[in-house]
């Protein structure tokens, strides 16, 4: 008896040990991605008015995620090489997300997300942002929409295009329910059923309302296009599972919810631009339905000539409903700021302005829409090339 009670005494302590070991390496030998991380695939220019966002699920990475082990073909990289999709700048989203590591959680990750999108100026900079996302990329994209939704940034909601959702778990993942005992990782537990899953469920209840509201708030955006598994996925020798059956990946959509013959991560690894689901994604990135704007300025010329024409027409009822002028103690300068060609369409003169103030630094716009005003002012250093007032920071060509 004292034998038997040494032995599991012993067991005990070699577990706790190693427990304690494997927390001390899992804390000093952390190789996962730093927080968040944006790598654009296809950088902006000014032919790309529009943006792709890829986001991977738990478990993997930005890179692993979406490239076909066969055929070595990278997702994002199709789109950037796809001479359709030639308007769409290609961006990846990177987050820590190890099943047995330390990492954020579905909240913090999606808060994270949006404040580095919102720094590259994403949702003033293009007239159409998509999301593509995988498997818990889809919650996060979710949440993310959810609090630009909640904080009344309904200009950036407009700018939403679609989101893609593949495989994504909005009921939770069973799989999640048999790994959450023995992760470190915080994910494990957000994706758990959506049962006992307060989480899930208010996400859940805050989407749809979302959703329910575009007609009203944000334009009929964003549309939803909604994939899944129909092969089970091969976890240990042996044992298969479908992580995310069609049940599981359940929500509003906006065509019905299509299975694909592949398993949970297969589904985002398209062998190549012919593959059933890069067509199929394709095909609804070319017909959505682009957001032209009800107002388009191409620039090419000094910032003064376009500000007097929009005061004629205000002055003759032209439907501009806005007043656009300058700040008086910076007029003398930006009347004569020099705008290089560009692309700029939006829904409104403020938004325009706002877009051209992210590609050139020294232009400050302050919005009183109570009141229909659009100010623009100096906000930045400003130099003279070939005769021309630019920004600083811009070049002389």
Not at 50 to 62: C, N
Not at 294 to 304: D, F, I, R, S, T
Not at 321 to 343: C, G, K, N, Q, Y
């Amino acid at each position: 008896m004292r034998r038997k009670f040494f032995y599991t005494a012993a067991f005990l302590l070699a577990v706790l040990v190693l427990w304690g070991i494997f927390r001390y390496w899992e804390g000093t030998h952390d190789t996962g991605s730093p927080g968040h991380l944006l790598t654009y695939i296809r950088k902006p220019s000014d032919k790309t008015d529009k943006l792709i966002v890829f986001i991977h699920g738990i478990g993997s990475d930005a890179r692993g995620s979406f490239t076909n082990e066969r055929t070595g073909k990278y997702w994002p990289q199709l789109i950037a090489d796809d001479p359709d999709l030639s308007s769409y700048a290609v961006v990846v989203a990177s987050y820590k997300s190890s099943i047995l590591r330390l990492g954020a959680n579905v909240e913090q990750t999606a808060l994270m997300l949006k404040q580095g999108l919102m720094g590259e100026g994403v949702y003033t900079r293009y007239s159409q942002v998509i999301f593509i996302s995988h498997s818990m990329g889809g919650l996060i994209v979710r949440r993310m929409l959810v609090s630009l939704r909640n904080s009344g940034d309904d200009g950036a909601i407009k700018r939403v295009g679609a989101v893609f959702f593949f495989a994504t778990p909005t009921s939770g993942a069973r799989l999640a329910d048999l790994v959450d005992w023995l992760s470190l990782n915080p994910q494990t537990h957000d994706l758990e059923t959506s049962d006992f899953n307060t989480f899930l469920q208010s996400l859940d209840n805050d989407w749809e309302d979302l959703l329910r509201q575009r007609n009203q708030r944000s334009a009929g955006h964003p549309k939803i296009f909604c994939a899944y598994e129909t092969q089970r996925t091969r976890v240990k020798y042996g044992t298969y599972v479908t992580v995310v059956p069609a049940l599981y990946a359940k929500t509003i959509c906006d065509e019905t919810p299509l299975g694909f013959e592949r398993d949970h991560f297969t589904l985002v690894k398209p062998e190549d631009a012919s593959d059933d689901v890069y067509q199929w994604t394709r095909v609804r990135l070319l017909g959505i339905h682009s957001r032209i704007g009800q107002v388009m300025w191409n620039g090419g010329e000094a910032l003064g000539l376009l500000v007097d024409r929009l005061h004629r027409a205000y002055q003759d009822n032209q439907s501009v409903p806005e007043i656009v002028r300058f700040s008086r103690s910076d007029e003398h300068t930006m009347r004569d700021l020099w705008i290089a060609p560009a692309d700029y369409r939006r829904d409104s003169w403020a938004e325009l302005f706002q877009a051209v103030a992210v590609d050139h630094s020294c232009l400050g716009v302050d919005v009183e829409q109570s009141v229909g005003i659009v100010e623009l002012r100096k906000s930045g250093a400003v130099k003279s090339c070939g005769g021309r007032i630019v920004c600083e920071n811009d070049g002389c060509d």
